[in-house]
């Protein structure tokens, strides 16, 4: 990548992939797909070294636990599903009730997760018990996207509403509304140091917000569909 080399397509589902994810050291990346199925590949050899199976739907979200041991995953199932990337075991699975779960991410601490879902819902789970700990409402769309900040403390969500809520994790309040893309947010993530959140719209725009501003700072344009 450094000399701009151009890598060969990583090639091996059945069906299209609606999420992808490097590993903390950057190795490996993974693609969660509709055919059900997660591939682990290796970036400098190009080869799938794991499919891990055991979903009986397709993939909406996937990410690594921040220590690279575990995966995160979302789908239609109503469940959020943690599992071993050595061994392709399912850990742990969180049943969200009927709903359809977009997203999910550990904490920085890795003991607790947060979802999104298609019922407006932002829950958080025990790791270790998982169980329900507790959840916030505010959004009045699905919640397409969820992280955590750099600290653990605050939640972000983006939402078909248009907007990016942030939550406080430890008061369970809704601190901070972003508001300014004109259709549904797809993605978002935060900067390193926290303050900065980047969000991907369907209203084909990549927007950058100052966070304790709460005010978007730059917004990308180019793309001619949704980001």
Same mark, same amino acid.
């Given at each position: ?5 151009k890598m060969k397509?990583?090639?091996?589902h059945?069906?299209?992939?609606n999420?992808?994810?490097?590993s ?17 590949w290796n970036?400098?050899?190009g ?18 636990s921040?220590d ?13 599903k943690?599992?071993?990337?050595e061994s ?9 009730d009927?709903?359809?779960?977009? /997203?999910?991410a &550990? %904490? +920085?601490?890795?003991?607790?997760? #947060?979802? @999104?879902? *298609?019922d407006? =819902? !932002?829950?958080?789970? $025990?790791v270790?018990?998982g ?6 409402l505010g ?5 397409? /996207?969820?992280? &955590? %900040? +750099?600290?653990?403390?605050?939640? #972000?969500? @983006?939402? *078909?509403?248009? =907007? !990016?809520?942030?939550? $406080? ?7 901070r ?5 004109t259709?549904?947010i797809? /993605?978002?993530d935060? %900067? +390193?140091d926290?303050?900065y959140i980047?969000?991907?719209s369907?209203d084909k =725009?990549i927007?950058?917000? $100052? ?5 978007c ?7 001619k569909a949704s980001?």
């Open positions: 990548l450094e000399k701009k080399e397509p990583l090639e091996g059945l069906n299209y992939v999420s992808v994810a490097f903390p050291d950057g190795k490996y990346l993974a693609s969660g797909s509709v055919d059900t199925t997660i591939k682990i970036i400098s050899s080869l799938c070294e794991r499919t891990i199976t055991g979903n009986t739907m397709g993939f909406n979200s996937v990410k690594y921040p690279g041991f575990y995966l995160i995953t979302t789908s239609g199932e109503g469940m959020i943690i599992w071993v990337v392709g075991m399912c850990l742990r699975f969180m049943f969200a009927m709903s359809w779960v977009t /997203s999910a &550990f %904490s +920085p601490n890795m003991e607790v997760v #947060a979802s @999104g879902d *298609s407006m =819902t !932002i829950r958080v789970w $025990d270790a018990e169980t329900h700990l507790k959840s916030f959004h009045f769309d699905s919640v397409n /996207s969820i992280v &955590f %900040s +750099p600290n653990g403390r605050y939640i #972000a969500s @983006g939402s *078909s509403d248009c =907007t !990016i809520k942030i939550w $406080d994790n430890e008061t369970s309040s809704n601190i509304t972003l508001k300014g893309h259709a549904q797809n /993605s978002l935060y %900067s +390193p926290g303050r980047v969000s991907a369907f =725009t927007k950058i917000w $100052d966070v304790a501003k709460s005010i700072v730059r917004t990308l344009v180019g793309h980001v």
